[in-house]
């Protein structure tokens, strides 16, 4: 029996192409893996497709959509557009949602309430779309350092606020704890998701944090409480499998091999929910 | 007549002892200076406070307090008499009001509640010491990135309802546009803050950030829209000084007299409100 933890393939884009790291993911047991777009375009999308498949893995999750302010508003067609190009791609490699994220300013701009906005109309204008495909957008706020630059809308409530207003057919909510930890409204707004929690990544906050981007942690090495988060997430109905996903100059640099094992037994040894042991994948 | 421009010493630490900076920014025009507890312990705080004294400048901020989680429980009541002791300091200098941060997570937990139970606790143990001062406690919450280690409390919202809680006497709100730029709470939680608003300090995001701590950026050269952030402080009913703090590798590194005189430049092109020029100080 797979584990109810998938692999999102960021964490080993430096060691392994996809046919190698879909490999890996079977041969230490997970049970899914997350690709994104670019590792997919490489192989190409029939192959990709013919890869997951042969693997018997889950795809829990297609990196990345939305963004849809990052080129202004008069690049929003073309986001839009793109969008709807990577639903279809979703579909046809089995994804069960892609993640979608708030994406930054609009060039040149300092207005942050304009880039939400731009961000919801985007959704509401692929929404029809993704309905159609059977792929759901799972909406993943990010860290508010990443405001400026990659995702606008940073916390959980916004994101089911926008859900609420698309009248949540299609969409849920990516909960990522590397994001979202240190809100103080983190309980109430994980209740509140309920079922709209599609999608649950793991990540571990290191102190010190030495860069932006690339000093996120594995799980145990930080201060998340990974516990805790899933006990929330738990009780607000989502029991289905974790997906750990880490961006690492320092887990980048060492053998894939090594750092599939350690996510495993962290997995084991901090994730896992209180009444133990290994369950079944949904 | 002096700006409506307070110099965080901060920001020239590397270039200034006390006497010179303060001695600056008198050059420079500002109308205040707010010093940090080294600074100010070095000097001894006698001859700091003829030297404030002396300078004609307001003293809108000593920092910094609060903290009271860092050192564990165990420490908890060492943590209480050194903010005492703080308070008498910024008394016996004519400081305005303390800037109180969150702090962070007790060494060796990932308990963000607790941390932030414990904030709560040393606040109402050190506010009667305070009142009795006549020194003002000025709530800052921190960037989300500081969670861990420097300011368990991020949001505007958490430090008003830890003022209600307290009774609103005594106490208020640091708005500093570097921690809070990013909340999507801002202008509802500003607009309730009202006249609880006592310090408004100013300094910029850069795109990209490379250093966590000592990459923030000079009024302008970032994504902050500073004169939209004061326009909603104006109408919460604070029409006081601002501050300008930046912990910045590049800013040390220059003339401290390029720094003050850039910062002036930059707060009168984008920071100041829009019905104009200089104004009274308060």
């Given at each position: 029996?797979?584990?109810?933890?998938?692999?999102?393939?960021?964490?080993?884009?430096?060691?392994?192409?996809?046919?190698?790291?879909?490999?890996?993911?079977?041969?230490?047991?997970?049970?899914?893996?997350?690709?994104?777009?670019?590792?997919?375009?490489?192989?190409?999308?029939?192959?990709?497709?013919?890869?997951?498949?042969?693997?018997?893995?889950?795809?829990?999750?297609?990196?990345?959509?939305?963004?849809?302010?990052?080129?202004?508003?008069?690049?929003?067609?073309?986001?839009?557009?793109?969008?709807?190009?990577?639903i279809?791609?979703?579909?046809?490699?089995?994804?069960?949602?892609?993640?979608?994220?708030?994406?930054?300013?609009?060039?040149?701009?300092?207005?942050?309430?304009?880039?939400?906005?731009?961000?919801?109309?985007?959704?509401?204008?692929?929404l029809?779309h993704a309905r159609?495909a059977?792929v759901?957008l799972?909406?993943?706020?990010?860290?508010?350092?990443?405001?400026?630059?990659?995702?606008?809308?940073?916390?959980?409530?916004?994101?089911?606020?926008?859900?609420?207003?698309?009248?949540?057919?299609g969409?849920?909510?990516?909960?990522?704890?590397?994001?979202?930890?240190?809100?103080?409204?983190?309980?109430?707004?994980?209740?509140?998701?309920?079922?709209?929690?599609?999608?649950?990544?793991?990540?571990?906050?290191?102190?010190?944090?030495?860069?932006?981007?690339?000093?996120?942690?594995?799980?145990?090495?930080?201060?998340?409480?990974?516990?805790?988060?899933?006990?929330?997430?738990?009780?607000?109905?989502?029991?289905?499998?974790?997906?750990?996903?880490?961006?690492?100059?320092?887990?980048?640099?060492?053998?894939?091999?090594?750092?599939?094992?350690?996510?495993?037994?962290?997995?084991?040894?901090?994730?896992?929910?209180?009444?133990?042991?290994?369950?079944?994948?949904?």
């Amino acid at each position: 029996m797979p584990l109810d933890l998938s692999l999102n393939l960021a964490t080993v884009r430096r060691q392994w192409k996809l046919l190698e790291a879909v490999a890996a993911a079977v041969r230490h047991g997970f049970g899914g893996v997350a690709p994104w777009r670019e590792m997919v375009d490489e192989t190409g999308i029939a192959e990709a497709a013919r890869i997951f498949q042969g693997s018997g893995l889950r795809v829990t999750g297609y990196c990345r959509g939305g963004l849809f302010a990052a080129g202004g508003a008069e690049k929003f067609r073309e986001a839009v557009d793109d969008n709807k190009r990577m639903i279809d791609e979703a579909a046809a490699i089995g994804a069960e949602c892609i993640v979608v994220i708030g994406g930054g300013l609009a060039p040149g701009s300092r207005d942050l309430p304009a880039a939400r906005a731009l961000f919801a109309d985007g959704l509401a204008a692929v929404l029809p779309h993704a309905r159609a495909a059977g792929v759901a957008l799972a909406l993943e706020p990010m860290h508010p350092m990443y405001a400026a630059d990659r995702g606008c809308i940073t916390t959980i409530k916004e994101m089911l606020d926008i859900a609420d207003a698309l009248g949540n057919d299609g969409v849920g909510i990516a909960v990522d704890t590397y994001h979202v930890w240190w809100d103080p409204e983190l309980a109430p707004q994980l209740a509140r998701a309920g079922t709209r929690i599609i999608a649950h990544h793991i990540c571990d906050w290191l102190v010190p944090t030495k860069h932006l981007l690339t000093d996120r942690g594995m799980m145990g090495d930080g201060v998340i409480d990974f516990r805790a988060i899933r006990r929330m997430v738990e009780e607000a109905g989502y029991r289905g499998i974790q997906e750990v996903e880490i961006f690492s100059e320092e887990w980048w640099s060492r053998p894939g091999d090594e750092v599939l094992a350690t996510a495993v037994e962290r997995f084991r040894a901090v994730c896992m929910p209180e009444d133990g042991g290994r369950r079944t994948v949904d």
